[in-house]
């Protein structure tokens, strides 16, 4: 089971959609027991990470800001609580699932600036999703312009003119009408055969 945290913005680095994919396994791992507030800041860690670049244009980890006094008017509770769960994510960690860093989650890189450890591997989950969501669009819009959407009938144009009827109220002579205009007409003999 998955649960699922989004938030849009737009940033200076092009990354134009923060999202975050919440595990089940969040809540069942090394953080049991850590308190509320350490569940509330990963999900925020996670929606609100921004990618670093290599020289290369490839990913190649992630950065996000946690400014205590902003967390503790958005969490709710104390600054120095916020600041405790801040530290206790960039303390090692041995019974993390990670081995990475000693199984810290951040590394402190200024005074609001965090390396989120295993960025790249969240990252890898976000564009994973976003082909899936990508690939879905594309099969909806062929479906679609084939005539083969897989979620109801085909339709052509007598019967969206028939439908729209219905729903703009007209008069049941008109459905009949596009109904008789579109049902195949009997064709004539031949008059050089007899019958």
């Known amino acids: 089971m998955t649960y699922r945290l989004t938030i849009d913005y737009i940033s200076d680095m092009n990354y134009d959609k923060g999202y975050g994919k919440i595990f089940a396994t969040m809540y069942t791992g090394s953080m049991v027991g850590s ?6 800041l990963w999900p ?4 609100n990470m921004l990618p670093e670049y290599g020289e290369n244009g490839k990913i190649i980890g992630g950065r ?24 206790k994510c960039c303390d090692a ?22 390396d989120v ?4 591997k969240y990252n890898q989950i976000r564009q994973k999703e976003k082909r899936k969501e990508s690939n ?5 819009a062929f479906r679609a312009r084939k005539g083969q959407n897989k979620n109801g009938p085909r339709y052509d144009g007598a019967a969206r003119r028939f439908e729209q009827s ?3 109220g007209e008069p049941t002579e008109v459905q009949d009408k596009i109904v008789e205009e579109t049902l195949p007409q009997p064709k004539e003999p031949p008059e050089d055969i007899p019958f």
């Not at 308190?35 to 509330?40: E, L, N, P, R, V």
């Not at 879905?136 to 909806?140: F, I, L, S, T, V």
Request: aromatic fraction near 8%; charged fraction near 30%.
């Open 35 to 40: 308190g509320a507030i350490m569940f509330a």
């Open 117 to 120: 450890v295993n960025f790249v």
């Open 136 to 140: 879905r669009k594309a099969q909806a």
């Open 166 to 168: 219905i729903i703009n």
């Open 64 to 87: 996000v800001e946690l400014n205590p006094k902003l967390l503790s008017a958005i969490f709710g509770e104390l600054e120095e609580d916020i600041e405790g769960a801040i530290k």
């Open 93 to 114: 960690d041995a019974e993390s699932r990670s081995e990475d860093e000693d199984g810290r989650k951040l590394i402190k890189r200024g005074q609001y600036e965090y």
């Open 44 to 47: 925020y860690v996670i929606a």
